[in-house]
């Protein structure tokens, strides 16, 4: 039995599935921004692995993936200042009952 | 550059050096305001009298070329557009009647209250806009200018005017822009067709010389391009957009609105759409011909059962500003001069009127005709001023409104056909209906008694109120007393559209 | 042909990505849903060490595991009294979600496996994957650098650190 | 007097008339008066100078077989229609032109120095608006005189306009008042709809033959009327025709209708009575002697191109015919005063239409009829005398007004002993319209009455009657002003004859109304600047005088002491009576047509329309593109979950599309 590209792309894929339930679900904002962080981790595998499987010689995926992390950092660093100052302001982080700028 | 040695770039010029002038001075500072508003308006009178003067010594120097003060810059080569300018001898009347309408718009806007910077600001955008319309013959810039000067209105209406101005300044806004959206499209059809030959070009006078539009490409422009400029002259059905933007326009917007905006109406669809195209005018010109004939009547009926002063004067002006499109559609010279006096003397005399009512309502607080009367006894200046505009709109002799009516209508019945006949009998007899709503409202506003006693206390004109009517009384005197002054300078320009008509369309002693 | 180690890894790998996955979306404790969202980060970080990207599964475990969810926790515990539950989800989003996924894992799943001969590749060998490589490749112009983007996501970073600071100063 | 002083006789109204009205306010009211007055004399010194110069002057405008001529003395381009068709603003002096220069400088001057006293109180204070009045009276004589001297069609027209504005201002100089107010509008809106069929008529006419110019429509090379020019003029229309007529008839016939707009013919007369509004002195000057007359003065203008199309002249002959007899028989019945004496001028201008109408009888030309324009000359003595005597009676009727602050005659009664010279000068008046010798209009009316039998004993005998009826109604009021009863005095001035002012004018006019029949008209104001040999026709002399005396014995039986006969003859015919009184309900019927079928019927109708149907589609427009856009708003949820929800399904699909598509 060998370890091939398949293998690692199903894990992923469930990752993915799971992250668009619970971003579809969840009310809670900081839930929410868990499930994407979940969407995005299994993003990057999918980077690596395809990279890893398919150019072994070369380093994009790698790269593409650091990046991406390095993003989401700042991503989830930023959204989660934006939640806490939405609780500040409204002792809520339940995002179907911030309705302020609704049109 | 070279272009700045030509006189007609300054028309924009000096209304965009006033928009400085007027960044600097602050809403305290209303004496600054006015002293800026009326350099720049004297600046653009003088210049403008000049430019007759030079285009009468051009022309007396025998050149006959079709425009004069011609020069170009190009702004975007890959498109053609260039910013070309010339002017003829309708384009220079129009111009001297703006800069006059400028100059009485800014007396009747003396005491503009709130925010007097801002409003002297749209007011000269505005301008800009209207000058840089008539001097350009580049099809962009010409449309570049139209919208220059639509879009200040929304802002002059919604913000200083009253009554249902929300509504009002939205509606305007909107019909006028559905009617340019029209107007772009065409102009954009036109550019495309402008040559056989590929060099696509957006000069007026290249594309007329070109004749390159395949004639069934003509048959959709035309209309697009007629209703375009339609909407802006009131042409019915298009015309709802005039009484409540009257109604509700504060003074000087109303004056130069009636005065020049709706003139750009007249002047794009005799400039574009029927010099550019020629065989569908002559094809389609029965149906716009209908549709004015009604606007001539219609309007005129309407305005006799209004009880709104600006209501009347916007049906009026309706009826009036069909007679404009209706003459530029005979097709001769004649009727297409009267159409430019009428202009001219419907300009001058809706300024005037709606100048009048903007006073008077500033003393009254209202405008309804049922709540007034007698004002002759409390107001006896501004009541002659009525008078006087109201009997230039009924067609006096030695007021601009006869000469004007009866080129046109003279014009008009050269033609031979019966249906061209029957419309301008149709169009003629206006002339009654207007006396009947003109000394309506003269009678109910200006004699009889005295309705509201509060109305006795009420003032006269001032000086600057004096200045601005003086100003657009004498011109309708001057128009009205030596109309072949005006005829000369105007009716050669006509030349290049009737030959180009001729081959489609029979004109009589030709 | 794989070491038996590193497939029976690769299945208890696999099989804790996939159940801290669900498990991070449905428990109704938000403090557990972060730790869960730990364990999937870890697995994942392991999976690239896998690979031989022993890098990468630094920084994963570095940023993800350390600076992530670190943050979460303290935004969790600065807006929720611990021990709270979340409200239960109601059937109809609940259904909503699943359908999402499972349409989702459907339509992708298909296109993974009607590629079976790109899929079926193997691991190949290659050189070892040092600093200096990665340093190299990140701050060059050259083909294959990276620089450009390197110093993008640094002007990112700087604009999400005022950003930051903007949002969540007290007025 | 060199004719080219015509000039100042236009010029200086037209300054007056901007001086007043400009710095009129300024100067005290008395000045004002007293200036317009100067300025109307010097113009009427300078009419005088040239009218008689282009009539008893040699070398200037007669050539020398003694044809009087047509002179223009100036005539600059106004307004250029095409190259050829231009419209020329300048003077003409022929034979009518001249007299209506006398005969409206005569009665303007007159009614200049008369509303001295007219529009003062008795203490001989002016009243407000003074200065106004005689700025408008400036504006109107400006605008008269530039009618009558006008050289092409299309200025008569341009002063048509002006004369009307003018009256319009006049009759409604006290604005304050509603029935001036409302009479005012009357009078323009009714004159403005027969000038647009002026207007049209004046369209079709140069349109066939490219021209305004009198010169070349009816003047031939020796100055004078040509038939043969007209002709050739008829003929430039190349015998086009329209519904069966020709074109130039058509035109012809519009053009009449402008002119009794003016003149007040049936059935456009109805503006004229409500007209009495305004001031006396207006009435007497515009109202009746010239104003009115300009329809008169337009036909013989176009008289030639009249004579050959017959059929227009038909129409003008039975319209003036009618009227005559119509206005003549509501004008039995009135009790106001002035409306009497404007029923009156209404029935002698028909006379003067009638007159023009019958002067080419037998539907050939003119010269074929033995006649050769009797009519057209006695139309114009009529129009000459008539100005005079009417100008006269207006006055008096003033005077009378003015003393006793009342138009109805049942205030008046038995004035004779209070105001004798009123009285005489009113009496004057009467013998002269009814036509008594030797009275100015025995003479004028006595040659209507016998161009009337030329054409045909029915016509003759109709004036006649007419005529009759005229000397009734005029004794009628006569007696009833001032005898049929003592005078009740209610204020506390007791009537007398007004101050010199007032006095002066009635007794320069008697006195031409006396002599004003001895003028040599059929020397002077023939149609082609002829001689025109006339002689009295006895019997249509003595038969007319023969009418009017029994009209006069009739009016003298009924009305010159109070009796109880003229009320029972109203009970008796009182349907016949009232109909009369109410002018047979024309004003009724006009109202209707304007308020109910015009106003009610037409403009609130398409007021309503515009508001309701067109504006409404905008606003519909407007409305359903909000309406639109508030219910595809719902999908504007806000919730990211939804977008993402609905993002990744379409993402999904997209690529389960392509994916099919792949493998198809």
């Known amino acids: 039995m060998n370890l091939t590209l398949l293998m690692y792309l199903i894990p992923s894929l469930f990752m993915f599935g799971c992250g668009v339930y619970g971003f579809i679900t969840r009310k809670n904002m900081i839930a929410i921004m868990i499930s994407l962080e979940l969407m995005l981790n299994s993003v990057d595998i999918n980077f690596v692995v395809f990279n890893r499987y398919l150019f072994p010689g070369q380093l994009d995926g790698m790269f593409f993936t650091l990046f991406a992390i390095a993003i989401a950092a700042a991503e989830t660093a930023l959204a989660l200042a934006i939640v806490i100052n939405i609780f500040r302001a409204t002792k809520n982080v339940d995002i179907q009952q911030i309705l302020k700028l609704k049109f | 550059m070279e272009i700045f040695s030509n006189p007609l770039i300054y028309f924009v010029i000096i209304p965009m050096l006033t928009l400085l002038g007027l960044a600097f001075c602050n809403n305290r500072g209303i004496r600054a305001i006015r002293t800026v508003a009326v350099v720049g308006a004297v600046a653009l009178v003088a210049l403008a009298v000049y430019l007759v003067c030079l285009f009468l010594q051009a022309r007396g120097a025998g050149d006959t070329s079709e425009m004069i003060l011609q020069s170009k810059v190009t702004w975007y080569a890959p498109f053609n557009i260039e910013l ?62 139209y919208e220059v000067a639509l879009i200040p209105m929304y802002l002059l209406i919604g913000v200083w005017g009253s009554g249902n101005k929300n509504y009002s300044a939205m509606k305007l806004t909107l019909m006028l822009m559905g009617g340019s959206a029209f107007l772009m499209l065409g102009l954009i059809g036109i550019y495309f067709h402008s040559s056989a030959d590929g060099n696509l070009t957006m000069n007026i006078l290249d594309i007329a010389h070109n004749d390159a539009i395949p004639h069934q490409w003509q048959m959709y422009l035309f209309p697009l391009t007629f209703v375009g400029f339609g909407v802006l002259g009131a042409m019915f059905p298009f015309h709802t957009w005039s009484p409540d933007g009257h109604a509700s326009a504060p003074t000087a917007v109303s004056m130069l609105h009636a005065g020049v905006l709706m003139k750009l109406g007249g002047y794009g669809c005799f400039r574009i759409a029927i010099y550019l195209m020629p065989y569908a005018a002559s094809e389609l010109a029965w149906i716009f011909l209908t549709l004015t004939g009604i606007s001539i009547v219609y309007g005129a009926f309407s305005a006799c059962v209004q009880t709104d002063l600006k209501y009347i004067n916007a049906y009026s002006s309706v009826s009036h500003c069909g007679m404009v499109l209706f003459a530029i559609l005979m097709f001769n010279t004649t009727a297409m001069t009267g159409a430019v006096l009428q202009m001219l003397s419907h300009g001058l005399m809706t300024a005037l009127f709606f100048a009048l009512i903007g006073m008077i309502y500033g003393r009254t607080h209202t405008r309804d005709i049922r709540d007034m009367g007698g004002m002759m006894h409390i107001m006896p200046y501004l009541g002659v001023g009525y008078v006087l505009a109201g009997l230039a709109s009924l067609g006096l002799p030695g007021l601009s409104g006869f000469a004007a009516e009866m080129t046109i209508f003279f014009g008009s019945f050269e033609n031979a056909d019966l249906f061209r006949r029957v419309l301008t009998i149709i169009g003629a007899s206006s002339i009654v209906i207007t006396a009947v709503y003109i000394l309506r409202v003269v009678a109910k506003l200006l004699f009889g008694e005295v309705q509201d006693e509060h109305h006795r206390t009420l003032t006269d004109a001032s000086w600057e109120e004096r200045l601005s009517t003086a100003t657009l009384i004498v011109s309708v005197a001057i128009i009205g007393c030596f109309p072949n002054f005006f005829v000369n300078i105007i009716s050669d320009s006509f030349l290049p559209v009737v030959n180009a008509l001729k081959d489609y369309f029979p004109v009589a002693g030709l | 042909m794989e070491s038996v180690g590193n497939i029976i890894l690769y299945f208890v790998i696999a099989i804790a990505i996939i159940v801290f996955s669900v498990l991070t979306v449905t ?72 359908s999402a996924a499972v349409l989702g894992i459907a339509v992708c799943g298909y296109a993974v496996f009607s590629h079976a001969a790109f899929c079926g590749r193997q691991l190949a060998t290659v050189a070892d994957l040092d600093m200096a490589t990665i340093g190299h490749f990140l701050l060059s112009t050259d083909k294959w650098g990276y620089l450009l983007p390197f110093e993008a996501v640094s002007i990112l970073l700087l604009a999400c650190i005022i950003g930051g600071v903007v949002i969540a100063r007290k007025r | 007097m060199p004719l080219s002083y015509t000039i100042a006789v236009i010029a200086i109204p037209l300054f007056m008339f901007l001086f007043l009205g400009l710095a009129g306010v300024k100067m005290s009211r008395k000045l004002t008066g007293v200036l317009g007055v100067l300025g109307m004399a010097v113009t009427t010194v300078i009419a005088y100078g040239v009218a008689l110069t282009y009539f008893f002057g040699t070398g200037q405008g007669q050539i020398a077989d003694g044809v009087r001529q047509a002179v223009t003395v100036f005539n600059p381009d106004w307004l250029s229609f095409t190259d050829t068709l231009v419209v020329r603003m300048g003077i003409l002096l022929d034979p009518i032109a001249a007299m209506m220069l006398i005969v409206v400088c005569t009665v303007s001057f007159m009614v200049h120095l008369y509303s001295l006293g007219y529009m003062s109180d008795h203490d001989g204070n002016p009243e407000e608006g003074f200065q106004r009045y005689y700025a408008f009276l400036a504006l109107f ?524």
């Open chain 4, 141 to 664: 004589t400006f605008s008269m005189l530039g009618l009558v001297v006008a050289t092409n069609l299309f200025q008569i027209f341009v002063f048509f306009e002006m004369v009307g504005v003018s009256s319009y201002l006049l009759i409604g100089f006290y604005y304050s008042s509603p029935a001036a107010n409302h009479a005012s509008k009357k009078a323009f809106i009714v004159t403005r709809l027969a000038d647009l069929f002026f207007l049209l008529g004046i369209m079709i006419l140069s349109y066939y033959t490219g021209t305004f110019d009198f010169n070349q429509l009816v003047f031939g090379s020796n100055g004078a009327n040509d038939m043969a020019v007209a002709q050739s003029a008829i003929a430039s229309a190349g015998g086009a025709t329209f519904l069966g007529c020709s074109v130039t008839a058509w035109a012809l016939t519009f053009i009449f209708i402008g002119g009794a707009g003016k003149s007040a013919m049936y059935p456009l007369h109805i503006w004229l009575p409500d007209a009495m509004e305004g001031p006396t002195p207006v009435s007497a000057l515009i109202h009746a002697a010239t104003m009115v007359v300009a329809g008169v003065f337009l036909v013989a203008r176009l008289f030639p191109l009249y004579v050959i199309e017959q059929g227009a002249m038909e129409i003008i002959c039975v319209v003036g015919a009618f009227t005559a007899f119509y206005a003549a028989a509501i004008a039995c019945v009135q009790s106001d005063i002035k409306r009497a004496l404007a029923f009156s001028t209404i029935s002698q201008i028909a006379f003067m239409m009638t007159s023009l109408a019958v002067s080419s009888a037998d539907g050939a030309l003119i010269e074929i009829h033995g006649g050769t324009g009797l009519g057209y000359m006695a139309s114009m003595f009529h129009l000459f005398t008539h100005a005079m005597f009417k100008a006269l009676l207006f006055l008096c009727a003033g005077a009378i007004i003015h003393a006793v602050h009342s138009n109805e005659n049942d205030k008046m009664h038995g004035l004779h002993k209070f105001m004798p010279i009123t009285s005489i000068a009113f009496l004057i008046g009467c013998l002269a319209i009814a036509g008594i010798p030797p009275f100015a209009g025995f003479w004028s009316k006595d040659e209507i009455l016998v161009a009337a039998y030329h054409k045909g004993f029915f016509w003759g005998l109709w004036m006649s009657m007419v005529a009759g009826m005229t000397a009734f109604y005029m004794f009628r009021i006569y007696f009833l002003i001032f005898f049929w009863k003592k005078h009740e005095v209610h204020t506390h001035h007791a009537p007398k004859d007004q101050p010199w002012t007032m006095t002066l004018p009635l007794i320069i006019l008697a006195a031409v109304s006396v002599v004003a029949g001895f003028v040599p008209a059929h020397d002077l104001v023939t149609w082609n600047g002829h001689h025109l040999h006339t002689q009295l026709d006895w019997t249509v002399a003595g038969s007319s005088v023969a009418i009017a005396l029994v009209g006069i014995l009739l009016a003298y039986k009924l009305y010159f002491k109070e009796n109880d006969l003229p009320e029972r003859m109203k009970n008796a015919a009182s349907g016949l009576w009232t109909a009369a009184y109410h002018r047979f309900y024309m004003d009724e019927l006009y109202q209707f047509i304007t308020h109910k079928v015009i106003f009610q019927g037409i403009c609130v109708p398409i007021a309503w329309f515009d508001r309701h149907i067109i504006d409404g589609f905008f606003n519909m427009l407007a409305n359903a593109t909000g309406s639109a856009s508030f219910a595809i708003r719902r999908l504007q949820s806000g919730s990211v979950q939804s977008y993402v929800y609905i993002y990744l399904v379409g993402a999904l699909a997209l690529a389960a599309v392509t994916m099919v598509c792949v493998l198809i």
């Open chain 3, 27 to 98: 428990t109704r404790q938000i403090l557990r849903s972060a730790t869960y969202l730990l364990f999937v980060l870890f697995a994942t970080a392991i999976l690239y060490f896998q690979m031989d990207y022993q890098f990468l599964g630094a920084v994963q475990i570095a940023v993800y595991a350390g600076g992530i969810v670190v943050l979460f926790v303290f935004a969790i515990l600065l807006t929720h009294k611990p021990g709270a539950d979340a409200e239960p989800l109601s059937t109809h989003r609940r259904w909503l979600g699943l």
């Open chain 2, 84 to 145: 070309a300018l010339g002017v003829d001898g309708v384009s220079v009347v129009m111009i001297l009647l703006s800069a006059f309408i400028v100059f009485a718009g800014v007396f009747a806007s003396w005491k503009m209250d709130p925010l007097p910077r801002q409003f002297f600001l749209w007011f000269f955008l505005l301008s800009t806009g209207v000058f840089g319309f008539f001097i350009s013959i580049d099809l962009f810039t010409m449309f570049m200018f």
